[in-house]
């Protein structure tokens, strides 16, 4: 079946770096693009960045260009997102997702159980 299980998040300090991981399972990874989200207590989940299934682009939310860092490895049904310089505001569950447009109209949609990350002093 399929899984995405995510790791690697925690407690860290304001300015810390932390790298979450996500490895996949039960379908064809490298056609599927990957991203990451985050919900805060309170608020909507927003995406935080995204990659095609080849690799070759990224995309970024505003709050996090410059910091954050989304990549994959397809021969480990892996992807990661690499946060630097983190601040109070990045508090929160984040979520991995892959997703395939079947046609214009439909697509396959997974999610990830979640990890927290918790930016404190």
């Known amino acids: 079946q399929v899984q995405l299980v995510e790791s690697g998040g925690g407690l860290v300090q304001p300015g810390g770096s932390l790298r979450l991981s996500c490895e996949a399972s039960?379908?064809?990874?490298?056609?599927?693009?990957m991203s990451w989200n985050r919900q805060a207590p309170g608020k909507e989940r927003e995406l935080v960045a995204d990659?095609?299934?080849?690799?070759?682009?990224?995309n970024y939310a505003d709050s996090v260009k410059g910091r954050f860092t989304i990549s994959r490895d397809n021969a480990k049904n892996t992807v990661y997102l690499r946060m630097d310089n983190l601040k109070p505001e990045d508090t929160a569950v984040y979520y991995c997702?892959?997703?395939?447009?079947?046609?214009?109209?439909?697509?396959?949609?997974?999610w990830g159980q979640g990890t927290q990350v918790t930016v404190s002093s």
């Open positions: 990659i095609t299934g080849d690799g070759d682009r990224t």
């Open positions: 997702n892959a997703k395939r447009w079947a046609t214009p109209f439909s697509f396959s949609d997974y």
């Open positions: 039960g379908f064809t990874f490298s056609i599927y693009t």
